[in-house]
């Protein structure tokens, strides 16, 4: 009975909730629009590229059906990476000069052509607004929280809603502004305030009334059991927030936002034609250059950084933006083809990410080229998989950009790459060490723009990770495996210590 009892009350809640803060669900309003599986999305993309056949994606397991590589013998089947510092029409680039105006831009269109996609000109503009602001304490510190809505202008094709949920959190009181770390994932508040005893007691009373109301046989049970509450008082002891990140950065002055990527695009090929892909494309199918959802996400922490750069009490021109796992990969995406953001943490992020694709060693391209990933990337990256098309065959060692080029785009800004390890979860699938080459290789960049990289030198087909727990932090590219699992977590404390000193910031 308590069971059934607590989850009506949870749910009355979460709806009375909902409606005080304006927090409805940013769901696309399909109206017209047809059913559209993920499978059906992939054909339809597949046709328009004239591909058959795709190679098919590799097992995690030892055991499936075409396993993952993991033999470091056989990793480099494409072992000549682009190079970086060569331009297309095979001039090496030697000044700054040539980066910003000939190399760099080569780089972005290759990539938004063929790997992540554009973003289209006609992409709606971004409304905030304030749905509800709590006052919070972390790690001791007074903050004020807000929950926002970032409304997507949808007045040419009404059918479908983007709102854009994120949490912001500032110091109450400060006497500067301060840098801000964008953190993909759910925009909830990090500590909520409770209510007061007389509050609870408000409350419990109307939740206990309202589903008398409804079966006043219920009665009876709450006179049996007097003592049943299903608002507790506030305990003496505030239970902390649950994100350990959050209370370091917290600690060391900092604000952080936290944006609700499935508010701006789902995360399925299902979903295409729905979150502000759909909404731009009008409900209609993606074409090849199209974006992906990793861009998409993107573009909606670009938003967050537009409304940031609003407030006076942000520092806007020190904004980070950090993701483990897919969100790694956007994270990382999002540094490089937005050059406001300050800094970056990409955490754990894998092929797509800081893996490069033409090593063979655990999630391969073809792992992305299938139903079950291929909606992060741009229609065209499926030609990288295909055994069988209008063009004939087309393999990894094909692509004309890879990860190193992709961290080399976030040059020299500050760009902290994290993994963990294997054995607590972090798995091989992800390549940790292929995302050092491709780290090591990328700092070439960074020292012809007068930056500091790792310091190993740049020839990634020698490079060897270091140990666990090795700090490369003295310069603007950094890299730390840490000894935990699939999480960036144990190294928030040194990235917020290396970024204090790339910024010049020290906390209150």
């Known amino acids: 009975m308590k069971v059934a009892l607590l989850r009506s009350a949870c749910a009355l809640a979460m709806l009375s909730g909902m409606a005080m803060s304006g927090l409805t669900p940013a769901v696309s309003q399909q109206g017209a629009i047809a059913a559209w599986t993920a499978e059906q999305d992939h054909q339809n993309m597949m046709d328009q590229l004239g591909i058959k056949a795709l190679r098919p994606g590799h097992s995690g397991q030892p055991d499936g059906p075409n396993p993952a590589n993991y033999d470091p013998a056989k990793a480099n089947p494409f072992p000549d990476w682009?190079?970086?510092?060569?331009?297309?029409?095979?001039?090496?680039?030697?000044?700054?000069?040539?980066?910003?105006?000939?190399?760099?831009?080569?780089?972005?269109?290759?990539?938004?052509?063929?790997?992540?996609?554009?973003?289209?000109?006609?992409?709606?503009?971004?409304?905030?607004?304030?749905?509800?602001?709590?006052?919070?304490?972390?790690?001791?510190?007074?903050?004020?929280?807000?929950?926002?809505?970032?409304?997507?202008?949808?007045?040419?094709?009404?059918?479908?809603?983007?709102?854009?949920?994120?949490?912001?959190?500032?110091?109450?009181?400060?006497?500067?502004?301060?840098?801000?770390?964008?953190?993909?994932?759910?925009?909830?508040?990090?500590?909520p305030s409770q209510p007061t005893a007389d509050e609870a007691a408000k409350i419990d009373a109307a939740l206990k009334a309202d589903l008398v109301a409804r079966d006043p046989s219920l009665a009876a049970a709450f006179q049996a059991h007097p003592g049943f509450v299903f608002v507790n008082p506030p305990s003496f002891f505030p239970a902390p927030p649950s994100d350990e990140r959050i209370s370091a950065l917290v600690a060391a002055g900092w604000g952080v936002a936290l944006v609700d990527t499935a508010s701006i695009q789902a995360d399925n090929g299902a979903g295409l034609r729905?979150?502000?892909?759909?909404?731009?494309?009008?409900?209609?199918?993606?074409?090849?250059?199209?974006?992906?959802?990793?861009?998409?996400?993107?573009?909606?922490?670009?938003?967050?950084?537009?409304y940031l750069e609003t407030l006076p009490g942000v520092d806007a021109k020190h904004v980070g933006i950090e993701g483990v796992s897919r969100y790694g990969k956007a994270a990382l995406i999002t540094m490089a083809f937005d050059q406001r953001?300050?800094?970056?943490?990409?955490?754990?992020?894998?092929?797509?990410?800081?893996?490069?694709?033409?090593?063979?060693?655990?999630?391969?391209?073809?792992?992305?080229?299938?139903?079950?990933?291929?909606?992060?990337?741009?229609?065209?990256?499926?030609?990288?998989?295909?055994?069988?098309?209008?063009?004939?065959?087309?393999?990894?060692?094909?692509?004309?950009?890879?990860?190193?080029?992709?961290?080399?785009?976030?040059?020299?800004?500050?760009?902290?790459?994290?993994?963990?390890?294997?054995?607590?979860?972090?798995?091989?699938?992800?390549?940790?060490?292929?995302?050092?080459?491709?780290?090591?290789?990328?700092?070439?960049?960074?020292?012809?723009?007068?930056?500091?990289?790792?310091?190993?030198?740049?020839?990634?087909?020698?490079?060897?990770?270091?140990?666990?727990?090795?700090?490369?932090?003295?310069?603007?590219?950094?890299?730390?495996?840490?000894?935990?699992?699939?999480?960036?977590?144990?190294?928030?404390?040194?990235?917020?210590?290396?970024a204090d000193r790339q910024i010049g910031w020290k906390a209150p």
Request: net charge positive; with cysteine.
């Open 274 to 306: 729905s979150g502000i892909i759909g909404l731009t494309n009008k409900g209609q199918p993606r074409k090849p250059e199209d974006w992906g959802a990793l861009r998409a996400w993107g573009w909606g922490a670009s938003r967050a950084l537009d």
């Open 82 to 191: 682009p190079e970086i510092l060569t331009l297309n029409n095979g001039k090496k680039v030697t000044t700054a000069d040539g980066w910003w105006k000939q190399r760099r831009p080569e780089i972005v269109e290759a990539f938004e052509r063929e790997v992540v996609g554009r973003i289209p000109a006609n992409v709606p503009k971004v409304t905030w607004s304030v749905a509800s602001t709590d006052n919070e304490f972390i790690g001791g510190k007074r903050m004020v929280a807000k929950q926002l809505i970032g409304r997507a202008d949808n007045s040419a094709y009404p059918a479908i809603d983007v709102g854009i949920r994120m949490t912001l959190v500032l110091p109450s009181e400060t006497t500067r502004p301060v840098p801000v770390l964008i953190m993909f994932g759910a925009a909830r508040y990090p500590a």
């Open 341 to 498: 953001f300050a800094m970056v943490l990409v955490g754990s992020s894998g092929e797509g990410g800081a893996k490069p694709h033409r090593r063979n060693f655990g999630e391969a391209v073809e792992n992305l080229t299938g139903t079950g990933g291929y909606h992060w990337m741009a229609g065209n990256f499926l030609k990288y998989g295909a055994s069988e098309a209008k063009f004939g065959a087309r393999t990894p060692g094909d692509i004309p950009v890879d990860a190193h080029q992709l961290i080399a785009l976030c040059a020299p800004r500050p760009t902290f790459i994290s993994y963990g390890v294997p054995e607590k979860g972090d798995a091989n699938w992800l390549d940790q060490q292929g995302s050092y080459m491709a780290t090591v290789a990328a700092g070439q960049v960074w020292t012809l723009l007068g930056a500091k990289d790792l310091g190993v030198g740049n020839d990634y087909r020698t490079a060897k990770m270091p140990p666990v727990l090795t700090d490369l932090l003295e310069g603007q590219l950094a890299w730390r495996q840490h000894d935990g699992g699939h999480t960036d977590a144990p190294n928030m404390k040194y990235f917020i210590g290396w």
